[in-house]
């Protein structure tokens, strides 16, 4: 087994290294993942954005549960993984973080250079004139348009959803755009949709003056994440992951380790 002692020894060896990180890096921050250690999803796919933008019960259903969910996923602090990533930073050796993950919790821990590859689920935006607003400030409203779904509880899912099964969502209501009456969607990249094409190549540039790539916390099964991996393998660089299971990449990878984020990173706050 691979131990984070040759991790240090990588990272010692690099100065503009490009980190990606995906779920594993949040879990312990009370963030359920998608996917168990084989790579295979351990609930139902998330709702894509052909159906979230095609059906008005879709949506219904969709900000319900995220009505659930944000009370405790809005409250989520950064943990020892995130703190040490922002210290590799701080370092000088992170070159760029570009995360997965829609929670903001990388920038919280302090660091500066994150590209959110996927969004961010703390702001909500208008699909008809473009204007935004805090995730917060639209929860307050979701609450008055909804005062009895106050009551709920229900167990976490990824990204700010909750297992609610078996409720009734035809009388949910989902406020529309103050600015234009249009259809409100969170921030961030549904399945099925595309990541903005200047955010691709924000990334790229950085991985082709890189020489190394960090991997932390994603199986990478999902393309948008992957590519950047299989653009460090075209360039020939060292590509070290951490992750509890197996990767999409296990066959492009110089070093793993299956270990939490925060156990086999905790040497990056102790220097």
Known sequence: MVTPAALKSFIAGHHRIVVLTGAG???NSGIPDYRDTDGQWKRTPPVTYQAFMGSEETRRRY???SMVGWRRFGRAQPNGAHHALARLEGQGR?????TQNVDRLHQAAGTSNVIDLHGRLDRVRCM???ATL??????DELACANPHWLAHDAADAPDGDADLEGVDFTRFVVPACRACGGILKPDVVFFGETVPRDIVASAREHVDHA???LVVGTSLMVYSGFRFVRAAADRGIPIAAVNLGRTRADDLLSLKVEAPCDE?????LQE
């Open 94 to 98: 992170c070159a760029l973080l570009v």
């Open 211 to 213: 020489d190394a790539m």
């Open 128 to 130: 008809g004139c473009g």
């Open 63 to 65: 900000w319900a549960r």
């Open 264 to 268: 086999a990173l905790a040497f990056l």
């Open 25 to 27: 890096c949040s879990t």
């Open 134 to 139: 805090s995730r917060a400030e639209f929860q």
